[in-house]
């Protein structure tokens, strides 16, 4: 899969759709494993400041 | 494996032309504006909620039930703007159903080819909107990759 996302028509025809392609770098468990947790940190923030809470 | 930034869209008939007009507008309209989303706590709520608090500003918040209603509210003008899909967004933008304000992305999209500087710029915090994450492992059989979008 990673292999065809950087085909360059299949990356056009992606970016053409309004997708944004991540760095080869960004696409293993070890760097998802690193993400999360930094994405639960940066929209905790407004998550807070808008009163939302899954129930 | 992608991300897919967030469009700021306005109703058309807003009286602002680019973003730096668009956040004073804001700042002094807050309490007369209400921007629109597919719910609470979706993919097109948060961004924009990031986006006031980037701004400063307070805003009223009405949540719809999916990005088609609000879209439809937007363009008949009975809320102020939204953060929607690119894909959707952009299509709106296009046609002049709605006005298109900013591309809340690090770099342009080719998708549309929006004027104003992208809302990074103004605000880096609201960048990187929503992601689509699909993973797969090769050991693993093929029914168990997960794709999933976080809306």
């Known amino acids: ?3 065809t996302i950087d085909d360059p028509t299949i990356r056009k025809r992606l970016e053409e759709l309004g997708l944004e392609i991540v760095p ?3 696409r293993s468990p070890e ?17 807070q400041a808008a009163g939302i809470s899954a129930d | 494996m992608s991300e897919s930034p967030r469009i700021l869209i ?3 008939d807003l009286p602002v032309n680019n973003l730096k007009e668009f956040v004073a507008y804001i700042k002094a309209n807050e309490s007369k504006m209400q921007f629109g ?18 701004i400063g500003a307070n805003v ?11 879209m439809q509210d937007l363009i008949g003008g009975r809320i102020d703007y939204m953060c929607a899909t ?23 999209v080719p998708i549309i080819p929006i004027s104003p500087p992208p ?33």
Not at chain 2, 61 to 67: I, K, L, S
């Open chain 1, 1 to 3: 899969m990673s292999d």
């Open chain 1, 24 to 26: 080869p770098e960004h």
């Open chain 1, 31 to 47: 760097y998802l494993a690193k993400y999360l947790p930094q994405e639960i940190e940066r929209w905790a923030k407004p998550i």
């Open chain 2, 10 to 12: 306005a109703r058309k």
């Open chain 2, 37 to 54: 989303s597919a719910g609470v706590g979706s993919g097109t709520h948060l961004p924009c909620v990031l986006f006031n608090l980037a």
């Open chain 2, 60 to 70: 009223t918040h009405v949540p719809y039930r999916g990005e088609g209603p609000v």
């Open chain 2, 86 to 108: 690119i894909q959707s967004g952009a299509a709106q933008a296009k046609e002049g159903t709605v006005k298109g304000i900013a591309v809340m992305s690090e770099k342009r």
């Open chain 2, 119 to 151: 809302a990074s710029r103004a605000c880096p915090a609201s960048k990187r909107a929503s992601g689509t994450l699909s993973s797969c492992r090769r050991a693993r059989p093929i029914r168990s990759c997960a794709s999933s979008t976080r809306r």
